[in-house]
T-cell receptor, first 113, second 113 residues
């Protein structure tokens, strides 16, 4: 069976500090991978998605970036965090080939002070 | 782009009551999904619908794929306290080069014991 991991679970960072959030998937090959942000416990905003190693599509211009150094690893980064980057960050995966269901990780709660 | 209107935004009900929520779209989908998000966790898939008119149950949950392919509803019968959370609908046109889901903004459900 497939599992998805995210770490850290929670993070408190000062404004202007760098960020690195990691997501890994087990039990599947060549998944599509996604980063979402959820503010105030409501809607899901798609930030980035990837259909293969080194392939990143950005949905929203911002000071965040994403990378996929390995098939089942997806990383969300920032060089300098802003207060507005606070939120709940969710990673998700989907079977390759444009299938339908996305499966979410447990999330990372980021607080920027 | 495609937009989903999910209603109601929030519901406050008594334990044992039935719940109904729905999503409508400005355009058609060939797949509808319903997720539940417990506080502080990632969304979990409840029901997937793949055919117009399809009615699918999962325990006390029942969801339907609207005949027009522009709407879907989710019913929860005999609610219990653990039904508390945010319920999201999502639509997609799976296959080909489409890799994204369109999410509703969620229905926040509170169940009073």
């Amino acid at each position: 069976s497939q599992t998805i991991h995210q770490w850290p679970a929670t993070l408190v960072q000062p404004v202007g500090s760098p960020l690195s959030l990691e997501c890994t998937v087990e039990g599947t090959s060549n998944p599509n991978l996604y980063w979402y942000r959820q503010a105030a416990g409501r809607g899901l905003q798609l930030l980035f998605y990837s259909v293969g190693i080194g392939q990143i599509s950005s949905e929203v211009p911002q000071n965040l970036s994403a990378s996929r150094p390995q098939d089942r690893q997806f990383i969300l980064s920032s060089k300098k965090l802003l207060l507005s980057d606070s939120g709940f960050y969710l990673c998700a995966w989907m079977h390759a080939g444009g299938a339908d269901t996305q499966y979410f990780g447990p999330g990372t709660r980021l607080t920027v002070l | 782009g495609q937009q989903l209107n999910q209603s109601p935004q929030s519901m406050f009900i008594q334990e044992g009551e039935d719940v109904s929520m729905n999503c409508t779209s400005s355009s058609i989908f060939n797949t509808w999904l319903w997720y539940k998000q417990d506080p502080g966790e990632g969304p979990v898939l409840l029901i997937a619908l793949y055919k117009a008119g399809e009615l699918t149950s999962n325990g006390r949950l029942t969801a339907q794929f609207g005949i027009t392919r522009k709407d879907s509803f989710l019913n929860i019968s005999a609610s219990i306290p653990s039904d508390v959370g945010i319920y999201f609908c999502a639509g997609t046109n799976s296959g080909g080069s489409n890799y994204k889901l369109t999410f509703g903004k969620g229905t926040l459900l509170t169940v009073n014991p």
